[in-house]
């Protein structure tokens, strides 16, 4: 074996280096990985680049018993087994053509095994699949197209005698030369392929952060000032070139490269965004005319745009810029659309939120106007009989009515005090006891440091309410109404009892549930429901209302609020 020959080949070898490493930060190549943006030009691309390659191989020859030694072949093989069949042949065919013009004895043996190993490299690509193609599979398809190219060369040329001396000299130089020059090859390409896939996991990581740090920041909404934070977050977890936020028609937020002429409050101009807001899907390009900004200079090369939709609704999009090389792969693509999606999610909240808000108030309202119209007539029909025979007690009444109502009726606020609360509780007593006499007895048993504990407003005056209408008014001689609180670990817990009439067990599990179960001869009763789904709302699933009542001895409603150090859940 001619050592000089493996040393001048290995020489050519370390061209092969530098040709994996560029090959590496091509775009073509890039996309080639991944199959979802690959397209049909890049393969043309590829073929035409594998197929300089193997022809410039042939011009690397060394030139050995009047015909040449070279790595030709190894370009076609990468191609191959990187591209498939089509990269395969059409860089083995390039390859044999530029070999033509070398001429000698073994030209036609030469060109039509070029040929012939781009096919068969190109079948293994498509029994293991590209990302399976490992070192080994590598080093033992580049060995076998050494096997075959000897074999044609040795079977196919004129004369053979001279074939076969040109082989015995540079068989082992050449095969141990050109796989090694593929094996190398793709050695570089899998340290690429691993460095992407770290990329990869530090992007999931990326978008992790992101989720976790743009948790919130919409829940005022989406508006130029909550749109910057977001993409101010997302431009520095990601690394982007470039993060912008759109509503409809105009930029709501930018930062990074290209900020000097897409600029925040400036009308909608890229041809990207307006596809997406046409069409309501990602798009995703790594080709800046197809971003169609109309700034010639503009130093962005690839976007992945997502709509932000919220219950079929579009609000806006969300883009995420490279430049230069750089491209978006698909689990960027993916990660985007799940960081558009959260965002999505916590505009949908917000709308929930404000929708629950608003049937709350209305729930609310209605509360209000279910202040029973008997009550209203009975008091003024108590009011006018006693406006004869006692007008002291009939002024008194009048005014107690009208600081119920107002109490009542004219508050918009949701969270009052204990104290507050108990106010509008004993104006309606005044009234009630104006008619049922001495048949209703109250009993406040509240410590002081209670009664600036926050609660609901018109929550204790329901139960009061019903107390007496359900529990005392069926019985002759009338009950007592206890209202209590007192403090425990557990919370803040407000009592209201009476030894009325009691409830049906059938219908207790009801009452909370369905508003019909409690229903009096004068009307329906007013909403324990309401009041408890307004304590849940306002302080947590914790609070609420619970009944325990015995048929016959009377019942209770115990209030559970949180300690007055609670923030309540808005």
Same mark, same amino acid.
């Given at each position: 074996?001619?050592?000089?020959?493996?040393?001048?080949?290995?020489?050519?070898?370390?061209?092969?280096?530098?040709?994996?490493?560029?090959?590496?930060?091509?775009?073509?190549?890039?996309?080639?990985?991944?199959?979802?943006?690959?397209?049909?030009?890049?393969?043309?691309?590829?073929?035409?680049?594998?197929?300089?390659?193997?022809?410039?191989?042939?011009?690397?020859?060394?030139?050995?018993?009047?015909?040449?030694?070279?790595?030709?072949?190894?370009?076609?093989?990468?191609?191959?087994?990187?591209?498939?069949?089509?990269?395969?042949?059409?860089?083995?065919?390039?390859?044999?053509?530029?070999?033509?013009?070398?001429?000698?004895?073994?030209?036609?043996?030469?060109?039509?095994?070029?040929?012939?190993?781009?096919?068969?490299?190109?079948?293994?690509?498509?029994?293991?699949?590209?990302?399976?193609?490992?070192?080994?599979?590598?080093?033992?398809?580049?060995?076998?197209?050494?096997?075959?190219?000897?074999?044609?060369?040795?079977?196919?040329?004129?004369?053979?005698?001279?074939?076969?001396?040109?082989?015995?000299?540079?068989?082992?130089?050449?095969?141990?030369?050109?796989?090694?020059?593929?094996?190398?090859?793709?050695?570089? @390409?899998?340290?690429?392929?691993?460095?992407?896939?770290?990329?990869?996991?530090?992007?999931?990581?990326?978008?992790?952060?992101?989720?976790?740090?743009?948790?919130?920041?919409?829940?005022?909404?989406?508006?130029?000032?909550?749109?910057?934070?977001?993409?101010?977050?997302?431009?520095?977890?990601?690394?982007?070139?470039?993060?912008?936020?759109?509503?409809?028609?105009?930029?709501?937020?930018?930062?990074?490269?290209?900020?000097?002429?897409?600029?925040?409050?400036?009308?909608?101009?890229?041809?990207?965004?307006?596809?997406?807001?046409?069409?309501?899907?990602?798009?995703?390009?790594?080709? %800046?005319?197809?971003?169609?900004?109309?700034?010639?200079?503009?130093?962005?090369?690839?976007?992945?745009?997502?709509?932000?939709?919220?219950?079929?609704?579009?609000?806006?999009?969300?883009?995420?810029?490279?430049?230069?090389?750089?491209?978006?792969?698909?689990?960027?693509?993916?990660?985007?659309?799940?960081?558009?999606?959260?965002?999505?999610?916590?505009?949908?909240?917000?709308?929930?939120?404000?929708?629950?808000?608003?049937?709350?108030?209305?729930?609310?309202?209605?509360?209000?106007?279910?202040?029973?119209?008997?009550?209203?007539?009975?008091?003024?029909?108590?009011?006018?009989?006693? @406006?004869?025979?006692?007008?002291?007690?009939?002024?008194?009444?009048?005014?107690?009515?009208?600081?119920?109502?107002?109490?009542?009726?004219?508050?918009?606020?949701?969270?009052?005090?204990?104290?507050?609360?108990?106010?509008?509780?004993?104006?309606?007593?005044?009234?009630?006891?104006?008619?049922?006499?001495?048949?209703?007895?109250?009993?406040?048993?509240?410590?002081?440091?209670?009664?600036?504990?926050?609660?609901?407003?018109?929550?204790?005056?329901?139960?009061?309410?019903?107390?007496?209408?359900?529990?005392?008014?069926?019985?002759?001689?009338?009950?007592?109404?206890?209202?209590?609180?007192?403090?425990?670990?557990?919370?803040?817990?407000?009592?209201?009892?009476?030894?009325?009439?009691?409830?049906?067990?059938?219908?207790?599990? %009801?009452?909370?549930?369905?508003?019909?179960?409690?229903?009096?001869?004068?009307?329906?009763?007013?909403?324990?429901?309401?009041?408890?789904?307004?304590?849940?709302?306002?302080?947590?699933?914790?609070?609420?209302?619970?009944?325990?009542?015995?048929?016959?001895?009377?019942?209770?409603?115990?209030?559970?609020?949180?300690?007055?150090?609670?923030?309540?859940?808005?």
């Amino acid at each position: 074996m001619d050592l000089s020959l493996v040393i001048k080949t290995l020489q050519n070898v370390s061209v092969v280096l530098v040709i994996a490493f560029v090959t590496t930060q091509l775009p073509a190549f890039r996309r080639l990985f991944i199959s979802s943006m690959s397209h049909k030009k890049d393969k043309i691309f590829l073929a035409l680049f594998f197929g300089l390659f193997s022809a410039l191989g042939n011009f690397m020859s060394i030139s050995v018993m009047n015909s040449l030694a070279n790595t030709r072949i190894i370009g076609v093989v990468v191609g191959g087994l990187l591209g498939g069949p089509f990269v395969g042949i059409f860089a083995g065919v390039i390859g044999a053509f530029a070999r033509y013009f070398l001429g000698g004895y073994t030209m036609w043996a030469a060109m039509s095994a070029n040929v012939v190993i781009g096919c068969f490299a190109g079948l293994i690509n498509r029994y293991y699949g590209q990302k399976r193609i490992n070192i080994k599979v590598a080093f033992l398809t580049a060995f076998a197209s050494e096997v075959i190219l000897k074999v044609m060369v040795i079977t196919l040329s004129k004369p053979f005698e001279a074939a076969w001396e040109l082989e015995k000299t540079i068989a082992i130089p050449t095969t141990i030369a050109n796989t090694l020059g593929v094996v190398l090859f793709f050695y570089v @390409v899998r340290e690429f392929l691993n460095r992407q896939e770290m990329v990869q996991a530090e992007s999931a990581q990326s978008a992790m952060r992101v989720i976790r740090l743009t948790n919130g920041l919409l829940r005022h909404g989406l508006n130029e000032q909550t749109a910057q934070h977001v993409a101010e977050t997302i431009y520095t977890q990601t690394g982007a070139a470039a993060v912008a936020i759109t509503d409809l028609v105009k930029m709501l937020a930018y930062v990074g490269k290209g900020d000097d002429h897409h600029i925040v409050g400036t009308p909608l101009c890229l041809a990207s965004t307006k596809y997406v807001l046409e069409q309501q899907k990602m798009f995703i390009t790594n080709n %800046r005319e197809a971003i169609g900004c109309p700034d010639k200079d503009c130093p962005l090369t690839a976007v992945v745009d997502v709509p932000l939709i919220v219950e079929g609704k579009l609000l806006g999009s969300i883009k995420i810029f490279k430049s230069g090389k750089d491209i978006v792969t698909p689990y960027e693509a993916e990660l985007v659309q799940g960081i558009a999606d959260f965002l999505s999610l916590q505009l949908l909240q917000l709308k929930l939120d404000e929708q629950n808000f608003l049937r709350d108030q209305a729930e609310y309202q209605a509360l209000k106007a279910q202040i029973n119209p008997h009550f209203l007539y009975n008091t003024l029909g108590t009011i006018r009989a006693l @406006v004869l025979k006692k007008p002291d007690t009939a002024r008194v009444l009048i005014k107690n009515l009208s600081d119920f109502m107002r109490q009542t009726l004219d508050r918009t606020q949701e969270i009052t005090t204990v104290a507050d609360d108990l106010a509008i509780v004993r104006n309606y007593l005044h009234i009630e006891k104006a008619r049922f006499g001495e048949r209703i007895t109250v009993i406040e048993d509240i410590p002081k440091e209670l009664l600036d504990e926050p609660i609901p407003v018109f929550s204790i005056q329901p139960l009061v309410e019903n107390a007496i209408r359900h529990g005392l008014s069926p019985l002759k001689e009338g009950g007592t109404i206890r209202i209590s609180a007192w403090n425990s670990p557990n919370g803040c817990f407000v009592e209201v009892s009476d030894n009325g009439t009691g409830i049906a067990a059938s219908k207790q599990s %009801r009452l909370l549930v369905d508003e019909s179960a409690y229903v009096s001869k004068t009307g329906q009763g007013i909403g324990l429901n309401n009041v408890n789904k307004r304590l849940k709302r306002l302080f947590g699933e914790e609070s609420g209302l619970r009944i325990i009542s015995k048929w016959g001895e009377g019942t209770q409603v115990l209030i559970r609020l949180p300690h007055s150090s609670s923030t309540p859940v808005r």
